[in-house]
């Protein structure tokens, strides 16, 4: 990992973009055809770019609305659900297609059990009596902004809880927002049936993590 992390640096002061978004991708060689590639060489490829807001910037401002995924996150005991995997996206990509053809933003995942996930490349927060909830990072990816955000949140000594949240408790939250690389911290006004109203909390973090990642200087942020 100190390799990449060197790399990825590099990468951005070669290309002059100290606020960039950083992708890096690994994958095998091409040497054997077959679901055996033990011999298989390994490639790196880490790419920068100035990547404006994941969403309308107005919209971000009064919550994005977001529909509900008819595919659902995959039970971890039958692919690498906590890796950040190619394959996975699939449905993932699927499920955004239809959500943006139907008009909204991104659609909510619930897991193969029927509980609230994430998005389709998002991680999901609500906010209830000062408290911010989040579901259990099980069978999706532990995101760095989710991370990122949970560790905010406990700086202003919000308190935060990682449970199981099924999709009928969404009435009980006043606010949403979800986080990601792309997405940072986007407030949610609107998930099928549910309303919310972007408040203090959603704000507040959101504004500690443009502070957290952008310096004069300039971070970049890492996906």
């Known amino acids: 990992m100190a390799e990449i992390d060197a790399a990825k640096n590099l990468v951005v002061e070669k290309n ?3 606020n960039a978004y950083i992708r890096a991708i690994a994958w095998r060689g091409s040497e054997q055809l077959g679901v055996s590639a033990q011999s ?34 995959p039970d971890p005991r039958t692919a690498p659900a906590l890796a950040k995997a190619s394959c996975l996206y699939a449905i993932c990509t699927i499920e955004k297609h239809r959500a943006e053809r139907m008009g909204y933003a991104d659609a909510m995942m619930l897991d193969w059990q029927g509980r609230v996930a994430e998005c389709t490349g998002a991680n999901m927060f609500f906010v209830k009596d000062g ?31 990682e449970r199981r949240i099924m999709p009928e408790e969404l009435s009980t939250f006043s606010e949403c927002f979800i ?11 609107e998930i099928g049936e549910w309303r919310f109203t ?15 990642v952008t310096t004069p200087k300039g971070k970049a942020a890492a996906a």
């Open 40 to 73: 298989n060489a390994i490639h790196l490829a880490i790419a920068t770019w100035e990547w404006p807001s994941y969403f309308d910037p107005a919209q971000r401002l009064k919550g994005i609305r977001i529909t509900n995924a008819e595919y659902r996150r």
């Open 179 to 189: 986080t990601g690389t792309a997405a940072e911290i986007t407030a949610v006004s």
């Open 198 to 212: 972007p408040g203090q909390i959603t704000k507040q973090l959101g504004d500690d993590y443009t502070a957290e």
């Open 16 to 18: 002059k973009q100290p």
């Open 131 to 161: 408290k911010v909830h989040t579901p259990i990072a099980d069978c999706f990816l532990d995101g760095i902004t989710r991370k990122t955000a949970i560790a905010l949140a406990k700086r202003r000594n919000i308190e935060v809880v």
